[in-house]
């Protein structure tokens, strides 16, 4: 039930920034965005959400368009190291039900 | 602060065999949830418990599936009889409250054969 829309791979070389989209075109006005990321044999781990504002922590910083359909999650200088599948999801905030679709697969090449 | 954590890593067993998983939250999360990933798809919710009670169990095979968290910290979830289409990593994760981010263990990797 993944009410997001990603790209299946994205590359990206060693110390570029790295923009992941998403698409939530049937986000309701009480659902937060959350990004989470997937090394290889380890579990998600969380990266940022957001609800309406753009949000910035020390990892990455996340856009949300005015409309909230869509948005795009950024790595500022992106390392070897966060080569990883990327999660965009949906959440209402007072379930907290995580829908994880498929993900992109970001490759970071040197 | 220590993550959450999960035991065993890997395990192997073969079909109708029983198998169990342990997973012991952060410290002083209320909610915690059971995931399982089947090779190159994301997690899909099983079970998640608010303290020791059962709030979202509708993904749950109840047939062979068993999960409990009886006094409200960690808990165990448990396979009855196994079947191939069970290998996968199973996933912990918990929650300070039920509205909050979700912080996920290493995994165990099952393979049924």
């Known amino acids: 039930d993944a009410k997001t829309t990603q790209p299946t791979s994205m590359d990206c070389a060693e110390g570029r920034a790295a923009n992941l989209p998403c698409n939530h075109s049937?986000?309701?006005?009480?659902?937060?965005v959350y990004w989470y990321r997937q090394i290889h044999s380890q579990g998600p781990q969380y990266i940022i959400h957001g609800l309406k504002n753009n949000e910035t922590n020390e990892m990455a910083s996340l856009i949300i368009t005015e409309d909230r359909k869509s948005s795009t999650l950024i790595l500022p200088h992106a390392t070897l190291r966060d080569t990883a599948v990327y999660y965009c999801?949906?959440?209402?905030?007072?379930?907290?039900?995580?829908?994880f679709g498929s993900g992109t697969k970001l490759n970071v090449k040197p | 602060e220590a993550g959450v954590a999960q035991s065993p890593r890997y395990k192997i067993i073969e079909k109708r065999q029983s198998v169990a998983f342990w997973c012991n939250p952060i410290s002083g999360h209320a909610t915690l949830y059971w995931y399982q990933q089947i090779l190159g798809q994301g997690p899909k919710l099983l079970i998640q418990f608010q303290n020791n009670g059962v709030v979202d169990d509708s993904q749950l095979p109840k047939d062979r599936f068993s999960a409990e968290r009886l006094k409200g910290v960690d808990s165990t979830l448990k396979i009855q009889p196994a079947k191939l289409e069970d290998s996968a990593v199973y996933l912990c994760?918990?929650?300070?409250?039920?509205?909050?981010?979700?912080?996920f263990g290493p995994g165990t990797r099952l393979l049924v054969l």
């Open positions: 049937t986000i309701s006005g009480n659902e937060y």
């Open positions: 994760a918990s929650s300070l409250v039920m509205a909050e981010t979700q912080y």
């Open positions: 999801i949906v959440r209402v905030y007072n379930f907290n039900k995580f829908y």
